[in-house]
């Protein structure tokens, strides 16, 4: 299936608007576990996000967001966390009209448990993407922090390392494509030979380097606790394989993948991507599948 593509960054719109939706509510009782400490602190040429404010998501990132279809196939949406920041059990209207309503921050229970989200719904294509507005070198690791709700099959991560060269000659656009997705989109970006990309689903992994070096595990992992955020950590292990920790209930899964990262200079993008999500809903009981949250982001070098 192929479908036509608008494509609109929003990273000038979102400076004012996420400041707007972004709030720190009064101390509450948590709905879920602690957030996590942030990660080790990169060494310099590094990169680490904590969002204690929203100044770290407006100020520090770029985003883009894609639609399958113009005008988008749904007007609105409930995202979790509604406009006063409450438990991520209470939702807000996003409206596809105002793609920066798409990203916002929000601190429930104050500055330290600051982090941001990612919202769509569609009957058709769609994509969130964002990016750290800076290149590292020679990236080792990189690791963040999301929730692991059950969305359904039909909403997944993809976190992208991709040279800094190829970033330039596409535009700066960061839409890249997954070679396994069952959707081909125009102006969608094909994976170069050494751009890295790996995929989350369920709690599955797959790892692409280009689109000849593939590998997965689809073992799965859910819940239906929307606070908690789990640390997923990729190093590049400079042997043709990638070493992936996975954040669960007790515990820390390892998986080695084959892939690697590209060397020299590259940009690290975070992709929210949705395919017709009304169709398979979740199968465990969550209202309002439609959000990511984020938090802890940090680039190795």
Known sequence: MKLKTSIIATSAAVLGLVAAYGCVGPPKPSSGAAPNPPPPAPAAGGFLETFDSPAGFTGRFVTQVVHGFVPPELSSWQGDH???????????????????????????????????????DTTGYAELDFSPNAAFNNVSKVCWDQNQTELG?????????????VFQANGRQLNYENPGEPVTVDNDLALSSDTFMFVMLRGSTQTYTGPGVYDSNFDGFTTTDKARRFRTC?????????????????????RVLRGSFPS?????????????????????????????????IAVYN
Request: glycine share 6%; hydrophobic share 30%.
């Open 153 to 165: 099959v039909r909403k997944w991560t993809q976190m992208v390392v991709v040279p800094e060269a």
């Open 82 to 120: 509604d406009d006063h920041c409450g438990a991520p059990t209470t939702t807000r209207t996003i409206h596809a009209a105002n793609p920066a309503e798409s990203f916002y921050w929000c601190g429930p229970s104050g500055p330290a448990s600051g982090h941001i989200m990612t919202s769509m």
């Open 264 to 296: 020299g200079a590259a940009r690290v993008i975070f992709q929210d991507n949705s395919y017709d999500p009304p169709k398979d809903p979740p199968t465990l009981p969550v209202s309002e599948p439609f959000t990511w949250h984020w938090d802890n």
């Open 234 to 254: 990729i190093t590049d292990q400079r042997n043709g394989t990638v070493r992936i920790e996975l954040e669960r209930e007790t515990s820390t899964e390892v």
